[in-house]
């Protein structure tokens, strides 16, 4: 079993930054990819990046990359996700996620049903 909690949201103006970071307790922690999803109000959950097992390899959406990046300290649990120059259109509720597979897949998942662990969330609001 794996448990996460997000934290680090808030409010930012445009163009400013956030870093989001996800606390993971679970002896499997540190052999499962881990994923940033995020959820705007009545819109399906959506891929935003993901980090394998070691951290040596990451994917990013097309619509952060360049601006997100995700990270990971196996030593300490935590997955981060540092965000920089934020859009409204980021603005949602952003989810870590633990794969479903101990030793990770061959290709890093961007699919949420790829994923078994979910944390509860936490809001990122960019205003104008």
């Known amino acids: 079993q794996v448990q996460l909690v997000e934290s680090g949201g808030g409010l930012v103006q445009a163009g400013g930054s956030l870093r989001l970071s996800c606390a993971a307790s679970?002896?499997?922690?540190?052999?499962?990819?881990m994923g940033w999803f995020r959820q705007a109000p009545e819109k399906e959950r959506e891929f935003v990046a993901v980090?394998?097992?070691?951290?040596?390899?990451?994917r990013h959406a097309n619509s952060v990359k360049g601006r997100f990046t995700i990270s990971r300290d196996n030593a300490k649990n935590m997955v981060y996700l540092q965000m920089n120059n934020l859009k409204p259109e980021d603005t949602a509720v952003y989810y870590c996620?633990?794969?479903?597979?101990?030793?990770?897949?061959?290709?890093?998942?961007?699919?949420?049903?790829?994923?078994?662990?979910w944390g509860q969330g936490t809001q990122v609001t960019v205003s104008s």
């Open positions: 679970g002896r499997t922690f540190n052999t499962r990819a």
């Open positions: 996620a633990a794969d479903l597979v101990v030793s990770g897949r061959r290709e890093l998942s961007t699919f949420t049903y790829d994923y078994g662990y």
């Open positions: 980090v394998n097992w070691s951290g040596g390899s990451t």
